[in-house]
């Protein structure tokens, strides 16, 4: 590890170790590092394990490329199996990930930012909550908000990507059905040095919330599927987990 490198994962483990958890405990520099002499005790929910053979796939698809895929029905774990993913990879890899960036594209039912109440914070919380909610269980709600003021962790529209590049860091961005071809060509040109993207997303005509485009993840799947570094799972309705009702809507809808 080169000495800027080092110096970047020390920042990362100071700013963690500062943080405190649900009923005071400390997370200490091993918790976050991956070192095994650490305990996971801190952490308020345990990173789940994948429950059926395409949520297995998945997160192999994620561990092995650099571009990875989850696509399939509402209910089947791509968000919250994607988010778990990529926690636990920056966790035990801090020389190589320093930063978590998790994005969604804000749209939703024709709604448009401009035209939401409130500053630029109040406007697009309402689209990333889903990507807070994981955060918080898996890291806690103390650990979260200290993360994302030391710029550890950020969570941002899709929009805000445009012109950036992302080294040594895991971008994860959900509901991609939601974005044109042209706004997911710009995110993964986004990706830099020593990072993973992982895209998330229903194919499903119904599931789209754009109202005058195409949605880009079909298109842009049949262009990478097959190239180096890029890995695709595909769930179908019988991977369905949140609930049998969910499933049953699924079939039926």
């Known amino acids: 590890m080169g000495r800027a490198q080092q110096r970047k994962s020390d920042r990362r483990i100071r700013a963690i170790n500062e943080t405190m958890l649900e009923g005071g405990s400390v997370i200490d520099m091993e918790r976050f590092s991956g070192d095994k002499r650490g305990s996971m005790n801190a952490v308020p929910r345990k990173l789940p394990k994948p429950r059926n053979d395409n949520q297995r796939r998945f997160v192999e698809v994620i561990e092995n490329s650099d571009i990875s895929f989850g696509v399939g029905p509402a209910g089947t774990g791509k968000t919250f199996l994607g988010v778990a993913t990529a926690v636990r990879l920056f966790k035990a890899h801090p020389d190589k990930y320093t930063r978590l960036i998790l994005s969604r594209p804000a749209v939703e039912a024709g709604e448009r930012l ?126 369905v987990v949140r609930s049998k009702i969910v499933q049953t809507v699924i079939e039926r809808l």
């Open 114 to 239: 401009g035209f939401l109440p409130g500053d630029l914070k109040d406007k697009v919380d309402p689209y990333l909550r889903p990507l807070y909610d994981c955060l918080f269980d898996f890291l806690g709600p103390k650990a979260v908000p200290a993360m994302i003021d030391q710029k550890i962790i950020e969570v941002c529209p899709l929009a805000f990507m445009r012109g950036r590049t992302f080294n040594n860091a895991i971008i994860l961005l959900d509901e991609a059905q939601n974005a044109t071809r042209g706004q997911l060509k710009m995110a993964l040109t986004r990706l830099g040095y020593s990072s993973k993207m992982i895209m998330t997303g229903d194919p499903d005509p119904s599931q789209r919330d754009l109202l005058d485009s195409e949605s880009g993840l079909s298109p842009v799947l049949e262009c990478l599927e097959g190239a180096p570094g890029v890995g695709v799972a595909r769930f179908d309705r019988a991977d």
